[in-house]
């Protein structure tokens, strides 16, 4: 109900994406954190909750991206070591 009366409060938008992600809704997690990393400047742990949303639902290549581009975000913000788990999170669950 809050985010319908403030559609564009991030932090709405990303609460409501921790409690899908608690809830197991990964479908519905995977759209509201892309309608929110559309509109707010994320450091990363968003990115990290997509990729394993996509992976629960079996979209690995859209887990790869995703982790590729948190690690990324990260990085740029100052957050070394989320870049880094999320590099081995690449290195680890996409091996070829």
């Known amino acids: 109900m ?4 403030d559609p564009d409060n991030t932090a709405v938008m990303f609460g409501l994406a921790k409690e899908y992600e608690k809830a197991g809704r990964f479908d519905e997690l995977i759209e509201v954190l892309t309608d ?3 509109r707010a400047d994320d450091e990363g742990n968003a990115y ?3 990729a394993s949303a996509y992976l629960k639902v079996g979209n690995r290549e859209a887990a790869r991206r995703a982790y590729e581009k948190g690690a990324e975000v990260a990085l740029a913000h100052g957050h070394p ?3 880094q788990d999320f590099r081995f999170s690449l290195e680890t669950e996409f091996e070829d």
């Open 48 to 50: 990290g909750m997509l």
């Open 81 to 83: 070591s989320m870049a």
């Open 2 to 5: 809050m985010l319908e009366g």
């Open 36 to 38: 929110y990393l559309q």
